[in-house]
């Protein structure tokens, strides 16, 4: 059974930095391509950055030089650390995964800028 267990949300004042975490079970985040995107109330869900299962990542165009996606094969946990955030990157952001060809959705943990 797959799970993932988003954590690590909060309140930061923009310019500030989080770390945002990822812990799966059931699969191997280092084998998989993982994902984290984010929902802004009113707003449409957004990706937000990719990592895949060589190491190959890849980030929205929004936060792209600010946020860094990573895992730890040992904790098996996927990480998104944002820096210098902005009160437009307010949202609840989502871990997630495709595993033969259904999703996988954490929970998700909210942030919050204040700006």
């Known amino acids: 059974q797959v799970q993932l267990v988003e954590s690590g949300g909060g309140l930061a004042q923009a310019g500030g930095s989080l770390r945002l975490s990822c812990a799966a079970s059931g699969i191997t985040v280092s084998a998989n391509t993982m994902r984290w995107h984010r929902q802004a109330p009113g707003k449409q869900q957004e990706y937000v950055a990719i990592?895949?299962?060589?190491?190959?990542?890849n980030y929205a165009d929004s936060v792209k030089g600010r946020f860094t996606i990573s895992r730890d094969s040992a904790k098996n946990t996927v990480y998104l650390q944002m820096n210098s955030l902005k009160f437009e990157d307010t949202a609840k952001y989502y871990c997630?995964?495709?595993?033969?060809?259904?999703?996988?959705w954490g929970q998700g943990t909210q942030v919050t800028v204040s700006s």
């Open positions: 997630n995964t495709l595993i033969q060809f259904r999703d996988y």
């Open positions: 990592i895949t299962s060589t190491g190959t990542t």
